[in-house]
């Protein structure tokens, strides 16, 4: 018998039964040492678009990647016609290991996680003061998503000609998240896309939003040579449509960073999340949970958290904080 390897047996041999003329397949698999290293710039319908050094490569999954998923972030390696040119289609045979992944699921009682951005180190929640009124229950929500993955959020409120930030701000003031404040005159003549660049240079941000807020408009101003499609919102309902259908990774000219626009949300799904890891995102509080009984959800009677603070160690208000985020997680949006 021929051998593949040292410890290669019978076993290393699969046959499909009841199947006449079907060969032998063995599990080694090519190691495709003369693959390319791609960025996943967008997915759309089974086809992958990647940026390798300086051209935009068509791609699809191959076989051997079996079910894992292929996301926009993604750094893979791809084999194949790597040209670029019209009708040519390559083969993703590796998705590297991502340093971080941000996930959601379609409602709090729906299992199936969907992965959004893989490799984001910064989320941008981007909500409007008015037309559509802001919704800050789902910005609790992405706030959860974002320090459960692991990135650092920024808020960016629009349409502040119509309505002023303060009230909004106050109620995330404990939370020392940054923020940057547009308004319409200021989007249209570039200051507020000027602001808004200052907190993104050098890194990748995913931008997330409800419809109507105005975020894809915020992307068109932040990387006009690859505008998409914007829509408007309804007068009566507050709601936009979501014009922005898939995910969609644009550099910033000269910058060094990375923008990723993603579909507006409805809802933000949370149950996946692990409230053990958002304590992570709270490091004056974090060293007081040594105290707390097995699995505390840190709004209980014996959570060591209360005296932590009592102490003097954290502020009483960064502590209302986290438990209202992590609250999030067992409320409805629309509670």
């Not at 199947?19 to 390319?36: T, V, Y």
């Not at 660049?197 to 995913?206: D, P």
């Amino acid at each position: 018998m021929r051998r593949y390897g040292k410890h290669t047996d019978e076993d290393d041999v699969r046959v499909r039964p009841n199947r006449k003329g079907n060969r032998p397949r063995s599990n080694i698999r090519p190691k495709h040492e003369d693959a390319s290293e791609g960025l996943v710039l967008t997915v759309d319908r089974g086809r992958i678009t990647c940026l390798i050094e300086d051209r935009t490569v068509t791609a699809m999954k191959a076989r051997e990647l079996g079910r894992k998923g292929v996301v926009v972030g993604d750094r893979v390696m791809v084999v194949g016609d790597l040209s670029g040119a019209k009708d040519t289609l390559a083969r993703i045979v590796r998705v590297q290991p991502r340093s971080s992944v941000l996930r959601r699921t379609a409602d709090d009682d729906d299992p199936y996680e969907r992965v959004v951005v893989a490799n984001a180190d910064q989320l941008a929640i981007v909500t409007a003061l008015a037309d559509p009124e802001p919704r800050p229950r789902l910005i609790d929500r992405c706030l959860v998503a974002a320090y459960d993955a692991g990135l650092e959020p920024l808020l960016v409120l629009t349409k502040s000609d119509l309505a002023p930030p303060d009230t909004l701000l106050e109620s995330y003031g404990a939370l020392g998240v940054p923020y940057v404040v547009t308004n319409r005159e200021e989007l249209a003549d570039g200051a507020a896309a000027d602001r808004v660049r200052e907190r993104l240079t050098g890194r990748i941000t995913a931008f997330v939003g409800h419809s109507g807020v105005g975020k894809t408009t915020l992307v068109n101003a932040l990387v006009p040579e690859r505008r998409r499609a914007t829509g408007h919102v309804n007068a009566v309902t507050g709601r936009g449509r979501h014009t922005t259908t898939s995910a969609l990774a644009l550099p910033l000219a000269a910058d060094g960073g990375w923008v990723i626009d993603t579909p507006g949300v409805r809802s933000f799904g949370l149950h996946h999340i692990d409230p053990s890891r958002v304590i992570h995102a709270f490091p004056d509080l974090e060293p007081g949970t040594a105290d707390c009984p097995r699995a505390c959800s840190h709004d209980e009677p014996d959570c060591a958290l209360d005296q932590w603070v009592a102490e003097g160690h954290a502020d009483p208000a960064r502590l209302y904080s986290l438990r209202r985020l992590l609250a999030t997680r067992e409320r409805r949006e629309g509670d």
